[in-house]
């Protein structure tokens, strides 16, 4: 049940940031269509966005890719782009899926 648990905890967590980091990419790649008064709302969900992805990667993260979290690489997208970089078996795979 804990796992269940977890789980559900998980998928809710990471569908969640995937919705705030795609709305924000659109917001960055369509600044200029958006109205100026929506900017600052904006910025405000992109610094939300930005601890949220570094409290997911200390959290699920670390669970996930079973690695121990790193000053380095403070989000779940820079963990990412240095497994895809860098490593080539199953956290490769796994990053690459993701």
Do not use: C
């Not at 969900?45 to 996930?64: E, V, W």
Request: aromatic share 20%; glycine share 4%; charged share 15%.
């Amino acid at each position: 049940m804990d796992i269940l648990i977890f789980a559900v905890a998980f998928a809710v967590a990471f569908i969640a940031l995937w919705i705030i980091f795609i709305n924000v990419m659109w917001a960055k790649y369509n600044r200029e269509k958006i109205p100026k008064i929506l900017h600052k709302p904006i910025e405000v969900l992109a610094f939300f966005g930005l601890l949220y992805d570094i409290l997911f990667n200390l959290t699920f993260g670390n669970f996930l890719f079973l690695q121990a979290f790193s000053l380095k690489r403070l989000t779940l997208t820079e963990r990412m782009k240095h497994i895809l970089i860098t490593n080539d078996g199953w956290r490769f795979n796994l990053a690459y899926f993701i």
